[in-house]
């Protein structure tokens, strides 16, 4: 069997049972990755023990990091930095892969060397039924800066990346508990493009009250606010995506703000509802010829 130098990072928690269909869909890819790393974030069901059990039989090595609880974001990054390869795929534990994903994946990034991130299409099954995408949902080559700014725009268990991007962007933000790979894809798409590998080689698995996107569903708009509010404030954007991560802010304040007012959350919707004209004042006066747009805009 043909090797490739990939490191394989899965993040778990309490979810022995599709781990481990997520392991087997990586030892039955049709070429082995050198490495698979599996971070156990405090794990209080037989995990642990099924891992064991299958790296006696696996042919590739499998490392097991074992940590408190931190959320996917530490955990993620603790794969990241005991990864010996250059190349980490990730992939979720409720999650797993076509047979040909991490050959296809691999072969297109190593041939397209302009790139040090890559994404490829997904199916999606809710409860196990075929769930169509909308429009929005499907993903995108190259600049997809905009298309991060709208939604979380990649799919996480369908991400290939050279480790030396996390040196230029950072790693997952840890203060994260959801949304900390919308956060990420910001900061990676501000400076890098997107390789897409038009295909769905990864399955995402939905519809599960356990998940982190169910888990904090009413406080994933907040989260991706505070995201760009943080990429406007402490990160380099070119003018383009500095007037786009602005109109995200005010068209998501806005609509965050007068949700929580009209819900009765008064101060928590005034305080997003005043980031507008704040950020409408900063934008101006690091871009005084943006005063057109921004106010013609309303």
Not at 112 to 131: A, C, K, M, P, Y
Not at 164 to 181: A, K, N, P, Q, T
Not at 220 to 247: A, T, V
Request: hydrophobic content about 40%; aromatic content about 8%.
């Amino acid at each position: 069997m043909v090797t490739c130098p990939v490191s394989v990072v899965i993040p778990t928690y309490n979810r022995a049972e599709f781990l481990h269909r997520a392991i087997d869909s990586v030892l039955r890819q049709s070429i082995d990755c050198d490495e698979l790393i599996v971070v156990d974030d405090g794990s209080t069901d037989d995990t642990v023990a099924m891992v064991m059990e299958v790296k006696k039989r696996a042919r590739i090595a499998i490392s097991l990091i074992q940590q408190n609880n931190k959320g996917p974001a530490a955990a993620r990054n603790s794969g990241i930095r005991v990864a010996r390869n250059e190349c980490i795929a990730f992939l979720d534990s409720d999650d797993h892969w076509l047979k040909a994903k991490l050959e296809k994946q691999y072969s297109k990034l190593s041939a397209n060397s302009d790139f040090v991130i890559s994404h490829t299409r997904e199916r999606w099954l809710r409860r196990g039924q075929h769930l169509n995408q909308k429009k929005k949902h499907i993903p995108r080559h190259g600049n997809i800066f905009d298309h991060c700014l709208q939604l979380c725009a990649v799919g996480m268990s369908t991400v290939m990346v050279k480790k030396r991007l996390f040196e230029e962007v950072g790693y997952f933000d840890e203060s994260f508990l959801c949304c900390e790979d919308y956060d990420l894809w910001l900061r990676a798409s501000s400076i890098y493009p997107f390789l897409l590998i038009d295909e769905p080689l990864t399955i995402k698995e939905g519809g599960r009250d356990d998940q982190v996107s169910y888990v904090y569903r009413l406080g994933m708009d907040e989260l991706r606010i505070n995201s760009i509010k943080n990429l406007l404030d402490n990160w380099s954007l070119n003018e383009q995506d500095y007037l786009l991560s602005l109109k995200e802010l005010i068209a998501k304040a806005a609509i965050f703000g007068n949700g929580c007012v009209k819900h009765g959350k008064v101060e928590q919707g005034n305080r997003y509802l005043a980031m507008i004209p704040r950020y409408k004042k900063k934008a101006i006066e690091k871009y005084p010829l943006l005063r057109e747009i921004i106010y013609g805009e309303g």
